[in-house]
């Protein structure tokens, strides 16, 4: 018995099914095969504006005294007294030392003596010439008596004079013998004790006095950094602030010295052998915290700098030439790669010359991922002058894209 045949509709409806099952399996296979969607990377960014900017040196210093005085005795003798305390601070005019006065009041007593028998001298021979005169007039005496006398007389006068200056210079030496205080200020420890022999204008000094308020700080800078100062004044980058330029001091602890000083003068020459020149300032020290010989550095405000750009280092780096460069994220949010003109480092940030326009976004973090070209999306942060870091940022943004979407 012949078998019988499959119905024609389902013949027809076999070949179409796996058709449609085989077009499925390719879809599956295209998405399996397809990657996820990466989101666009996320940088943080400062926007940037024109400033003016304060240029500074800071250079090293020393603190020297206002004012020294060495006390020597200006007379010889024995000290008799001290009548200071060690360390201490003196006023000018205060008594130091005594030395024993007893041989100079001897001295000035002696002059005065000579100086009375010399105004006798001169009392007596003011008679004789008047006698003698009045007798010529009379014609009962000769010219050459008058003259005789008026002679005496004058020779009488200069012999009162000498005697006065001898009282005079017995009377200073006798003052002298009070050793004072020539200037104001803190007084060091006593060279000699009481007892101890002095000679008159010796080498050896009993002590040193130094006015520490106002206090000095002595600066060195280099000749080429003067001639790049002149230049910038001259070009226009740089606007003189004037004579009375303001000084700040480091101390060597790293903190800041609270009172601000003033530029006194500078150097006329150049030292031959270093290629530098002194500066001095000025400084108000009430609390005595300066003290001669202490290393500063100090901080010198040479001039301002108008319409300048002020870019955080984080955000600067170096090409293989060396040059300076930045990554930018423009208007339409791609990432532009640039060369900078970056003259020096103002705090933690860089000042720059060239290359950067009012509004400009500059990337401060997670522009190492980032490529020219590339869209990203940016956060705006804002980074603290003082230490550099940033006070809101997107972390995220040093992670791959695919490991930000995987947490």
């Known amino acids: 018995m012949p078998a019988e045949r499959a119905p024609s509709s389902s013949r027809h409806a076999l070949p179409g099914a ?45 603190v020297s005294a206002s004012l020294i005085a060495e006390v020597r005795p200006q007379v010889s003798g024995i000290i008799k007294s001290r009548l200071f305390r060690e360390g201490s601070e003196v006023k000018a005019g205060d008594v130091l030392y005594e030395i024993d006065p007893a041989p100079y009041q001897a001295a000035l007593d002696s002059a005065i003596a000579a100086q009375q028998k010399a105004e006798a ?13 009045e007798l010529y007039q009379r014609n009962a005496g000769s010219r050459q ?11 009488a006068q200069a012999d009162l004079a000498g005697t006065k200056a001898s009282v005079e210079a017995a009377r200073i030496n006798l003052a002298y013998t009070k050793v004072t205080a020539p200037i104001d200020g803190r007084i060091d420890k006593s060279a000699l004790t009481q007892g ?16 520490l308020d106002p206090i000095n700080v002595d600066v060195t800078q280099s000749s080429t950094n003067l001639l790049k100062f002149r230049a910038d004044i001259a070009s226009g980058r740089l606007k003189f602030t004037g004579p009375n330029v303001a000084v700040r001091l480091k101390l060597d602890t790293g903190d800041a010295y609270q009172q601000t000083g003033k530029l006194e003068f500078a150097e006329a020459n150049i030292d031959q052998t270093t290629g530098t020149f002194s500066v001095r300032a000025e400084f108000p020290n009430p609390d005595r915290l300066l003290l001669p010989g202490m ?8 001039g301002i700098a108008e319409n300048s750009f002020l870019l955080p280092q984080r955000a600067v780096g170096r090409n293989t030439k060396g040059e300076a460069t930045a990554k930018f994220v423009s208007a339409d ?17 860089w000042l720059v010359d060239s290359g950067v326009k009012d509004g400009e976004r500059v990337i401060v973090e997670g522009g ?3 490529r020219p070209g590339q869209v990203v999306t940016a956060n705006e942060v804002s980074v603290d002058e003082a230490t550099g870091e940033l006070k809101s940022a997107n972390r995220r943004a040093e992670l791959p894209a695919g490991d930000t979407a995987k947490n």
């Open 18 to 62: 796996l058709l449609i099952a085989a077009a499925l399996a390719a879809c599956n296979a295209e998405k399996a095969a397809a990657p996820p969607a990466q989101p666009q990377l996320q940088v943080s960014v400062v926007s940037l504006h024109p400033q003016p900017v304060a240029i500074t040196a800071e250079l090293p210093g020393r």
């Open 121 to 133: 001298a001169v009392t007596n021979a003011q008679i004789r010439a008047g006698r003698y005169q």
């Open 145 to 155: 008596d008058m003259d005789d006398a008026t002679a005496t007389l004058a020779q």
């Open 196 to 211: 101890a022999l002095v000679t008159a204008n010796q080498a050896a000094i009993l002590t040193t006095i130094r006015k």
């Open 295 to 302: 290393f500063v550095r100090a901080v010198i405000q040479e």
């Open 333 to 349: 949010g791609k990432v532009e790669e640039r060369v900078l003109a970056t003259r020096r480092n103002i705090g933690n940030n």
């Open 368 to 370: 190492q991922l980032a």
